[in-house]
């Protein structure tokens, strides 16, 4: 835009160091308390070892996130798309206080979760995927992001809502979500409908979702566990 002036001004320009910019474009991050490691059993015997992710590891994983996008089954292309850019913006300090984690089965990537604090009281769920099928590594996902919100850093509701049909029967149906009437309530994730678990909710139920339906639990990884992950093996392509 542009009026003119109402007074003489000795510097008819004046510039800006972008780094005076960026405060205003990105805001303060808030100090969230880290995810602390677990583990959980898997179906074949096999621990999936969940982490938070590294920043500086966000380069690593865009390659393999890209390649989701031509994969064309079980909308890993949206969610893909979705990741992808929810990474960058992390990355790029255009995403607000949201935190990532993923998982790995001996060091290779299994699984990812991600989220995001909108307000002191309300998280919002963004994403999980699995990179190993059959193994209930996303539901696990999911709920270590999910007790992590709750347990550690204070949540009052999670906000969720689902691209695939498999999300949906693994969370929205898995954790008998309620959701707010729709269209009065969106989700920040194309509009779509809000499910939504409380903090008594999940104390009351949800916390035995793992238990009851994936037939597992989180635990402190053991050094064996901890040893066989210490190093992050990216898959070449997304075989899912
Ligand atoms: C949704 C998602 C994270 C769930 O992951 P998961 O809990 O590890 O479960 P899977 O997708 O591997 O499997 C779902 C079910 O279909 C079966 N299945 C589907 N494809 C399979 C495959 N290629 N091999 C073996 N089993 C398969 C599984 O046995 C499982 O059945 P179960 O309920 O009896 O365990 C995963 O499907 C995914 O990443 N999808 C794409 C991204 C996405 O939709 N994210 C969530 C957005 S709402």
Same mark, same amino acid.
Do not use: C
């Given at each position: /835009? ?25 805001? &303060? ?31 690593? #994983? #865009? ?34 206080? &949201? ?18 604090? /909108?307000?002191? @009281? ?18 696990? /996902? ?32 898995? /954790?008998?979500? &309620?959701?707010? &009437?729709?269209? @009065?309530?969106?989700?920040? #994730? ?51």
């Amino acid at each position: /835009m542009w009026k003119e002036v109402p007074e003489k001004v000795s510097q008819e320009k004046i510039t800006f160091d972008v780094r005076e910019l960026e405060p205003i474009l990105s805001g &303060p991050s808030l100090k969230l308390e880290p995810y602390k490691p677990e583990m959980a059993k898997l179906k074949d015997g096999s621990y999936l070892y969940i982490r938070p992710l590294k920043k500086e590891e966000v380069p690593l #994983l #865009l390659p393999f996130v890209k390649k989701l996008l031509d994969v064309d089954h079980d909308f890993y292309d949206i969610v893909g798309a979705r990741v992808y850019a929810e990474l960058l913006g992390w990355y790029r300090n255009r995403l607000k206080d &949201p935190y990532f984690m993923i998982g790995t089965i001996n060091g290779k990537l299994a699984g990812f979760a991600n989220a995001r604090v /909108m307000n002191e @009281d309300i998280h919002i769920s963004l994403h999980s995927m699995a990179f190993v099928r059959g193994l209930r590594v996303g539901a696990i /996902m999911y709920y270590a992001k999910t007790k992590y919100a709750f347990e550690v850093l204070g949540a009052k509701e999670w906000w969720a809502t689902y691209e695939s049909y498999n999300g949906f029967k693994r969370w929205g149906l898995g /954790m008998a979500q &309620p959701s707010y &009437p729709w269209p @009065d309530v969106q989700h920040e #994730l194309g509009g779509a409908k809000v499910y939504y678990i409380t903090r008594q909710y999940w104390d009351l139920s949800v916390k035995e979702y793992l238990k009851q339906l994936v037939k597992t639990e989180l635990e402190e990884p053991t050094p064996e566990v901890i040893e066989a992950n210490k190093e992050l093996i990216i898959p070449e392509n997304p075989v899912v």
